[in-house]
């Protein structure tokens, strides 16, 4: 089956204890990115992947890093997180960025809802 | 640059009643426009996207949308909303300008009581 998934989906942790949240897809996909879901602001992008080693911030990305060592794979790392990172995250991938790109659909995985106290 | 603004952070209807969602869009060239929805404690999945051609676009569940380039609308539209239909629907737009990068609105919440 074709997917996105994401692990943990639920996390509670405390201030500057680092923590990853991982993504995988399983669809070959080139561009990925990761989301953050905050009531009354919709979706707003921290980072994306045009593809393997190549990465670009989104339009949140302080207090967060990530990497993409492999096409599948796009982890995201918070190395100190603070309370206002507590949030709804969703990792989401599609065929390819570029021109070609621009009409693809974008697959999500679950969510992680991360807590940091 | 483009940008979504969704009408109505919250949209109220009775079960059997007709849903509107409203999403205007702004681009500098012709745009590709999607709908996307998110059903509680789940990620987001497409509805229907516009692409080119036939401007009227039918999705899953009985969603449709118009795409109208003279007021950059791209309104979503049910006959006869069901209580599955409740959820959060988010109006997202790209184009072939530059960035090739979705951008999404903020998102509506469509309640639909008995």
């Known amino acids: 089956e074709a997917q996105v998934t994401q692990n943990p989906r639920y996390l509670i942790t405390v201030t500057g204890k680092k923590l990853t949240v991982t993504c995988s897809q399983n669809?070959?996909?080139?561009?990925m990115s990761w989301y953050r879901q905050d009531p009354g602001l919709g979706l707003r992008q921290i980072y994306y992947?045009?593809?393997?080693?190549?990465?670009d911030k989104g339009d949140v990305p302080e207090g967060y890093k990530v990497s993409r060592k492999e096409k599948r794979n796009f982890p995201l790392i918070l190395e100190s997180p603070s309370p206002n990172q507590t949030s709804l995250y969703f990792c989401?991938?599609?065929?390819?960025?570029?021109?070609?790109?621009?009409?693809?659909?974008?697959?999500f995985g679950p969510g992680t809802r991360l807590t940091v106290l | 640059a483009q940008s979504v603004t969704q009408l109505g952070s919250h949209v109220s209807v009775s079960e059997g009643a007709l849903v509107l969602l409203r999403c205007n869009y702004s681009?500098?060239?012709?745009?590709?426009l999607f709908w996307y929805v998110q059903y509680p404690n789940q990620g987001l999945q497409l509805l229907l996207k516009?692409?080119?051609?036939?401007?009227l676009v039918k999705g899953i569940n009985g969603f449709e949308a118009e795409f109208k380039k003279s007021e950059t609308s791209f309104h979503l539209t049910k006959p006869s909303a069901h209580m599955s239909d409740a959820a959060e629907y988010f109006c997202?737009?790209?184009?072939?300008?530059?960035?090739?990068?979705?951008?999404f609105g903020r998102g509506t919440s469509l309640i639909v009581h008995p």
């Open positions: 989401a991938s599609s065929l390819s960025f570029g021109l070609s790109g621009a009409a693809d659909t974008q697959y």
């Open positions: 669809m070959n996909h080139e561009y």
């Open positions: 516009y692409t080119t051609g036939a401007t």
């Open positions: 992947s045009m593809n393997v080693e190549v990465t």
């Open positions: 997202a737009v790209s184009d072939e300008g530059g960035s090739y990068i979705p951008t």
């Open positions: 681009s500098s060239v012709p745009p590709y």
